[in-house]
């Protein structure tokens, strides 16, 4: 996978989706956060703003060293956060709307504060479609239904919820898949380093890759078993330490035909000859290093290109 399609180069690129990478101001614009809100997130971060695509899983997990700090993901500080979800409950309150959201890794709220004095000077002038309130309505953000959210991360009384600075609900699905598939490039990145650093690497080990193979006849033709061995990547990268157990997955995963959903985990068990439980055992190890992902479903796998 090219992670500078993600923009998980460093530099995140400006999409179709509208997801922007903070290349754009994330979809909102400039002075949008207003009163109180922003002068409490302009008090040493002016310039230093970023936007990051994330999964909810991540929102969940993230470090806040103490109450007045920022909170960051693979120890890198956060500011804004952008991600999509499926509104599972739409809660109406005097000063705000609240959504709740599911992306699969986790539920999230986000909420999106009413301006109780635009809504008045809507309702008396029989205007107001500046109103956030009138543009969610608009936009008809229906429960069971996808959106994205731009926004920051908020925590009060130990709960954490997302301040919402723009919701809109998602008509391409694609963008769904999109948007994972960059922050899982952008969370790559952060963990394991910028790809250019390992493509010498990558490209030495192709060009030796063949010779064994050729010469060996009826040997694996796939290049995996001797790379599985080696403990060898699909790109000739190193793979991370990790059991013979899901060593053992990933092989099945690498050699056995399936189409771009992957495997689901009953075909891996036939294949590999594991009983189901040390399937899942090797798989949760995988998806825990970041070598494989989910698809259709939570038990069917594929792997990412590493």
Known sequence: ???????????????????????????????????SQNNTASKGNHGKDTLRPVTIKQILDAQQPHPDAEFSIDNAEITQVTFVGQIRNISTQTTNLTYKLDDGTGTMEVKLWVDSDAVAAGNMM????????????????????????????KAFNDRRHVGVHVIRPIIDKNE???????????????????????????????????APNHAGGGGDTSGYGDAAANGDGANGRPLPPMTQLAKRVYSTLKSTPQNNEGLHVQNIAANSGLNIADVMKGGDELLGHGVIFTTVDENTWALLDY
């Open 1 to 35: 996978m090219d992670y500078n399609s993600y923009g998980g180069g460093g530099q995140y690129s400006t999409t179709s989706y509208g997801a922007q990478g903070g290349a754009g101001g994330g979809g909102f614009m400039g002075g949008s956060q207003s009163g």
């Open 126 to 153: 029989d205007e107001g479609e500046d109103s956030k309130v009138k543009n969610a309505e608009k936009e008809k953000l229906v429960e069971n239904e996808w959106a994205r959210v731009w926004g920051r991360l």
């Open 176 to 210: 769904i898949q999109y948007h994972m598939l960059e922050a899982t490039a952008v969370h790559l990145y952060f963990t394991r380093g910028p790809p250019e650093q390992f493509k010498a690497g990558a490209n030495g080990a192709a060009n030796g890759a063949g």
